[in-house]
Structure formats: structure tokens, C-alpha cells
């Protein structure tokens, strides 16, 4: 049972991240847009039934999660906090769930394959720390020729500085290895 360390603002108004003693997941990150999607997760779940959530995104030690805007956060955290300390730690996970979530995207070939890797690595580097200090995170959906996509999770996902500043910083980084690729947020 994960129990609450600290209780952050995020520069997105409408998100809050809770930074947990016990990790809730081994390095494999659990993005929700709405409730339907959250439907096989219990603590997705849960904090979908609360009344104003609208994403809920967690992993490793931490969690973030947004409101809709209409909600008071001193009175929405003390809700959260209830199924986020009853979820079970990361001990309780099956190994067989964190090789499926670490699966590649399917039908690369071996060249973008490789590219996909070094695109990876240096986002893992540069980008992705600066997100998870500020509650969300970025996963890469598909890389086609010269267009990588990725989707941002978390605080991110409905931050505004994250569609135009961070997106282009990511593809300006991008571009440092790959000059013709353009990044495109989906």
C-alpha cells in the first residue's frame, strides 16, 4: 500500500502529482484519458469514479492526476488519496505484464527499428526527465518515414506549453540525429 510522500503543483493549472514512498508499477507507465479506457486498471478506476477526474497517469513512484477545471483541489486530493493509498506496490505486479508493456511498436523494419532506439534513447536522456518532474510523460506511437508520433501522458496531455514549446523542443533534439524528422503529437 503506497503511502503519499509529497503532493505537487504541475505547471498544467488542472493537474497535481503525488510522489509515492512505494513504487505502483516497474518502470512501465499507465495512461487514462476517460474511464472506459481506465476499465482493467482497479486504481485507474477508482479515481475515474471520483467526481471531476479526467486523466489519470502513474508509474514508478508516482502519480499524476487532472481535473476538468471545476473541482477544489484541497477537497479532490484528500478523495484521491483514499484509493491511492489502498492500491497494491509494485511487489504485487507479474513480470509477464511489464515484458508485454515493453513491447516495440510492431512491423518497424530493422533500420527504423534502430532509429527508433537512438530517437528513444535520447529522449529517455533529455526530454522524459523534465516531463516526470512535471507529472506526465511522452510515449512514442509510430515512427513512418519521416514522421515520428508521440502521445503525451500524464500532465502533459492537457497542458498547453506541451502542443507548442515542448513539441518543439523534442523536435528540435530529435532533429540533432535525425535532421528531417518531424514530431508530431497525436
Known amino acids: 500500500m503506497p503511502k503519499i510522500a509529497e503532493i505537487d503543483d504541475t505547471p498544467n493549472p488542472n493537474a497535481v502529482k503525488f510522489t509515492l514512498h512505494e513504487p505502483l508499477t516497474w518502470g512501465i507507465s499507465h495512461s487514462f484519458e476517460n474511464a472506459e479506457q481506465a476499465a482493467g ?3 485507474a478506476s477508482a479515481l475515474f469514479a471520483i467526481e471531476h477526474v479526467s486523466n489519470v ?9 487532472t481535473q ?7 477537497e479532490l486530493v484528500r478523495l484521491i488519496a483514499v484509493p491511492l493509498r489502498a492500491a497494491p506496490a509494485a511487489a504485487a505486479q507479474s513480470a509477464a505484464a511489464v515484458f508485454a508493456a515493453r513491447a516495440s511498436i510492431a512491423d518497424l523494419s530493422e533500420q527504423d527499428q534502430v532509429r527508433l532506439d537512438a530517437i528513444s534513447e535520447l529522449l529517455d536522456a533529455r526530454i522524459r526527465p523534465a516531463l516526470k518532474a512535471d507529472g506526465g510523460d511522452l510515449h512514442i506511437v509510430g515512427l513512418a518515414g519521416n514522421e515520428l508520433s508521440i502521445h503525451y501522458q500524464g500532465a502533459c496531455g492537457s497542458c498547453p506549453s506541451s502542443i507548442s514549446g515542448t513539441l518543439s523542443a523534442i523536435e528540435n533534439l530529435v532533429r540533432t540525429i535525425e535532421p528531417d524528422i518531424a514530431v508530431v503529437a497525436v
Open 41 to 43: 486498471d482497479a486504481l
Open 57 to 65: 497517469f502513474y508509474v514508478d513512484r508516482w502519480l499524476t492526476v
Open 68 to 74: 476538468d477545471g471545476d473541482a477544489d483541489w484541497p
